[in-house]
């Protein structure tokens, strides 16, 4: 299995609070799980990643959690900013080949004051 | 580091024209690029992996013949729309894999929207 589920599709939080986003997979060759931020009408831009010997990475707001047996990762958005309105998009490969990134369909979060 | 460009930004085009979209990578090298294209409010599709110096892999359901890739050295992939019409009208990405990153990091162009006539 190649998919990569990812949930919510929409989430609203308010500004300051937490945004929590998961993605799950199937495919246990998979070794690196990447976030990327997608703006409208921009090209996506890489985030955070993690590879599946570590349990979480954090750097500054964003934090991804990782749950090897559970298949799951997610990505949390500490503080969050009106800035961070944004589409967010988590990904798998295996990591050591030129091999392409497969998606989720993406989580649109709006951060409201 | 690690920045990708693409050209055109943005392109409008009449039914039946050719199109080409660069994607380079500025300040690495990138043995492998992919290309996507990505329709409103939608994930990124992936249409295919262009390797330098040989020939590129499509997925499945994409139509080689129609979207030309060359891949002719290690920072310049491009993209060929050949006789477009107006349901090839999308948001095309780039993305580039530097050479010798231990990991499968990909760093994304800005896209190009491409509108058909």
């Known amino acids: 299995q190649q998919q990569v589920k990812q949930s919510p599709q929409s989430l609203i939080v308010q500004k300051g609070g937490i945004s929590i986003i998961n993605c799950a997979y199937e495919?246990?060759?998979?070794?690196?799980f990447p976030w990327y931020q997608q703006f409208p009408g921009k090209g996506p831009a890489l985030l955070i990643a993690?590879?599946?010997?570590?349990s979480e990475k954090k750097e500054g707001r964003f934090t991804i959690s990782f749950n090897k047996s559970a298949k799951q990762f997610s990505l949390h958005i500490m503080d969050s900013q009106p800035g961070d309105s944004a589409t967010y998009f988590c990904?798998?490969?295996?990591?050591?080949?030129?091999?392409?990134?497969?998606f989720g369909k993406g989580t649109r979060l709006s951060v409201i004051a | 580091g690690a920045v990708v460009s693409q050209h055109p930004s943005r392109v409008i085009c009449k039914s039946g024209t050719s199109v080409k979209i660069e994607c380079r990578s500025l300040d690495f090298q990138a043995t492998t690029m992919f290309w996507y294209r990505q329709f409103p409010k939608q994930s990124l599709m992936l249409m295919a992996t262009?390797?330098?110096?040989?020939?590129?892999?499509?997925e499945q359901g994409v139509e080689k013949d129609k979207f030309l890739i060359n891949h002719a050295s290690l920072t310049l992939s491009t993209l060929t729309v050949t006789s477009a019409h107006p349901e090839d009208s999308s948001f095309y990405i780039c993305?580039?894999?530097?050479?010798?990153?231990?990991?499968?990091?990909?760093?994304f162009g800005p896209g190009t929207r491409l509108t058909v006539l």
């Open positions: 990904a798998a490969s295996m990591g050591t080949g030129n091999t392409p990134l497969v």
């Open positions: 495919n246990t060759a998979f070794d690196y």
């Open positions: 993305s580039a894999r530097p050479t010798f990153w231990s990991y499968n990091e990909q760093f």
């Open positions: 993690i590879r599946p010997d570590v």
């Open positions: 262009s390797n330098e110096g040989s020939k590129a892999t499509y």
